[in-house]
């Protein structure tokens, strides 16, 4: 009896120590290690989007922000990869512009010698006209007096949402396109068309053209997707993903009766999309990564969050027009308390954050959680894929802050030679009606390797 119990009682410890090392194991695993949080800036408030580029040639990508509720353009110095961690140099480049309500702000290189000449941004509620912040003095580009800010085509007001730089009548330099969205007034897809060569002397020379009756924008591209060497407009117009095809001639593209084709590729596919593409100069290859017209979530395993869409091409290479799509899904749920289960996906981008080969997806999100998620190793291939969920951010700040994550990118900010994450995080709920700041520019370190 006695040795029968000491085997059994080996046994128990053997079977205690097997279930110990396997929950410590799922502890430590991919889905519950969050990622470290760092505020590059919380000075303002209402950080609504965030643009990159490397302005002062250092190597370095710097950002700009629009912060909504505070009414600025904010353009952030990114100090190095050992400072990284700390508090940005932040500098006001509205240049004398009232940017009331800005929805979003993008550098704008419109020569294409690789110099940033302006940062274009989308006003809604009490501006709601496109404003070009000009840089009119390189030497000196942290200071506030070297950005001049002008108004463009002020005769149309929308409230304005979204901005892409690109060609559009392939006559000189870079144009714009502006989404804005239906809400106390009818909305609209604007061209913008540059004059020969744009600077801030002849900001008054920019003439808005409409492409085509919207309801609400959330992303948008300009590539040549049907690859007649002009460029047409990629956007999800709420719960429909479209292209817009560039009717190519100067007669039909200046005029108000314009006639841009409209092409529908999805209408399961809302809120935002990212091009996978890795060739950017190959549209027959063009890969979008967009999310699920449901994707209010309460993310379960076996969820379809996003969608894989492509090119479908016959037998002998040529485009049908047609597009195939693919669900992803995942493979486990997200952790949410049961009552703050309301996430909605606000942005997408894929890069390879971990050490396998595949691209990941990553996601921001708005609701009471979380805030960040992954979905880890998307294979290449077509077809249904079930994805493993990463857990980026943790609930430190649901309950006041972390609540309405925007849109996100991909930077190795620590030099570390793994990619963080970049994103704002507009809103928060303090409980107090006048006070509803978020985290503001914030961005996630990867553990993935040490850093410097």
């Known amino acids: 009896m006695t040795v029968q119990l000491t085997h059994f009682s080996r046994l128990l410890v053997v079977m205690t120590l097997t279930v110990l090392v396997n929950t410590g194991c799922n502890t430590?695993?991919?889905?519950?290690?969050?990622?470290?949080?760092?505020?590059?800036?919380?000075?303002?408030?209402?950080?609504?989007?965030v643009d990159r580029h490397d302005i002062d040639g250092d190597g370095d990508g710097d950002l700009v922000v629009g912060w909504e509720e505070?009414?600025?353009?904010?353009?952030?110095?990114?100090?190095?990869?050992?400072?990284?961690?700390?508090?940005?140099?932040?500098?006001?480049?509205?240049?004398?512009?009232?940017?009331?309500?800005?929805?979003?702000?993008?550098?704008?290189?419109?020569?294409?010698?690789?110099?940033?000449?302006?940062?274009?941004?989308?006003?809604?509620?009490?501006?709601?006209?496109?404003?070009?912040?000009?840089?009119?003095?390189?030497?000196?580009?942290?200071?506030?007096?070297?950005?001049?800010?002008?108004?463009?085509?002020?005769?149309?007001?929308?409230?304005?949402?979204?901005?892409?730089?690109?060609?559009?009548?392939?006559?000189?330099?870079?144009?714009?396109?502006?989404?804005?969205?239906?809400?106390?007034?009818?909305?609209?897809?604007?061209?913008y068309q540059a004059p020969e060569n744009p600077d801030y002397g002849n900001s008054d020379q920019w003439k808005g053209w409409p492409i085509a009756d919207i309801k609400w924008i959330n992303s948008i591209e300009i590539l040549d997707i049907d690859q007649d060497g002009d460029n047409d407009v990629l956007m999800s117009d709420w719960?429909?993903?479209?292209?817009?095809?560039?009717?190519?001639?100067?007669?039909?593209?200046?005029?108000?009766?314009?006639?841009?084709?409209?092409?529908?590729?999805?209408?399961?596919?809302?809120?935002?999309?990212?091009?996978?593409?890795?060739?950017?100069?190959?549209?027959?290859?063009?890969?979008?990564?967009?999310?699920?017209?449901?994707?209010?979530?309460h993310i379960s395993a076996g969820d379809t969050i996003l969608y894989s869409i492509k090119k479908e091409?016959?037998?002998?290479?040529?485009?049908?027009?047609?597009?195939?799509?693919?669900?992803?899904?995942?493979?486990?749920?997200?952790p949410a308390d049961a009552a703050k289960n309301d996430y909605d996906v606000k942005g997408v981008v894929c890069g390879n954050i971990d050490s396998n080969e595949n691209i990941d997806l990553v996601m921001s999100a708005?609701?009471?959680?979380?805030?960040?998620?992954?979905?880890?190793?998307?294979?290449?291939?077509?077809?249904?894929?079930?994805?493993?969920?990463?857990?980026?951010?943790?609930?430190?700040?649901?309950?006041?802050?972390?609540?309405?994550?925007?849109?996100l990118m991909l930077d190795d900010l620590d030099g570390d030679g793994d990619l963080d994450i970049i994103t704002t995080e507009e809103s928060g709920n303090t409980g107090l009606y006048f006070i509803d700041r978020g985290l503001g520019l914030i961005w996630y370190e990867n553990p993935l390797l040490s850093a410097p």
């Not at 149309?156 to 060609?167: N, P, Y």
Request: with cysteine.
């Open 239 to 297: 719960s429909v993903l479209a292209w817009f095809e560039n009717p190519g001639r100067a007669d039909a593209l200046q005029s108000s009766q314009s006639k841009w084709a409209r092409h529908v590729i999805s209408t399961q596919a809302v809120s935002y999309f990212t091009n996978c593409t890795a060739d950017k100069n190959d549209p027959s290859k063009i890969h979008l990564i967009v999310s699920d017209v449901t994707a209010k979530i």
């Open 28 to 49: 430590q695993s991919d889905s519950t290690e969050f990622w470290p949080m760092h505020t590059m800036d919380d000075t303002f408030e209402g950080a609504d989007g």
């Open 70 to 191: 505070s009414g600025k353009v904010i353009l952030h110095e990114n100090p190095g990869p050992h400072q990284a961690r700390s508090k940005w140099r932040s500098t006001d480049i509205s240049g004398g512009l009232q940017v009331r309500k800005i929805e979003d702000a993008r550098f704008a290189d419109f020569d294409n010698d690789g110099n940033i000449d302006a940062v274009v941004t989308a006003t809604e509620n009490h501006s709601e006209k496109v404003g070009i912040h000009w840089l009119v003095n390189r030497r000196d580009i942290f200071n506030k007096d070297s950005w001049k800010g002008a108004w463009i085509d002020p005769s149309i007001e929308l409230l304005f949402l979204k901005v892409a730089i690109g060609q559009i009548d392939g006559i000189g330099a870079n144009d714009i396109v502006v989404g804005s969205k239906d809400d106390t007034k009818p909305a609209q897809l604007v061209w």
């Open 366 to 407: 708005r609701g009471y959680g979380h805030g960040i998620f992954a979905l880890m190793n998307m294979e290449s291939r077509m077809g249904h894929q079930a994805l493993h969920l990463k857990v980026i951010s943790d609930t430190n700040y649901n309950t006041r802050k972390g609540i309405k994550h925007d849109d």
């Open 313 to 334: 091409f016959d037998a002998n290479g040529h485009w049908s027009g047609k597009w195939i799509k693919n669900k992803l899904t995942t493979l486990a749920p997200a």
